[in-house]
């Protein structure tokens, strides 16, 4: 099972007409599936449309997988933190 670590920003760009565009920045630890990202876009997207009013066709959602020796938690890499919950 995917034990995930996560960061999101959002921010509102300017586009060469004036028009403010959401980029939005997901870094998870790697592991989601093609599934899972598929359905973090759509739903961020929905809701960007709901609250924000936002046209889809304006909204860009990057996800960056993050290898878990490369984020840090709680004082430790995330894969030594794994390790020693596991280990008791």
């Known amino acids: 099972m995917w034990q995930e670590s996560f960061a999101v920003e959002l921010f509102l760009l300017s586009d060469t007409k004036g028009v403010l565009v959401p980029y939005i920045n997901v870094q998870i630890t790697s592991g989601a599936t093609r599934e899972q990202k598929s359905t973090l876009v759509r739903e961020m997207t929905d809701s960007l449309v709901r ?38």
């Open 51 to 88: 609250v924000l009013s936002k046209k889809p066709e304006h909204i860009h959602i990057i996800i960056q997988e993050v290898d878990e020796e490369n984020w840090g938690y709680a004082g430790l890499l995330t894969d030594d933190w794994k390790r020693q919950q596991t280990e008791g």
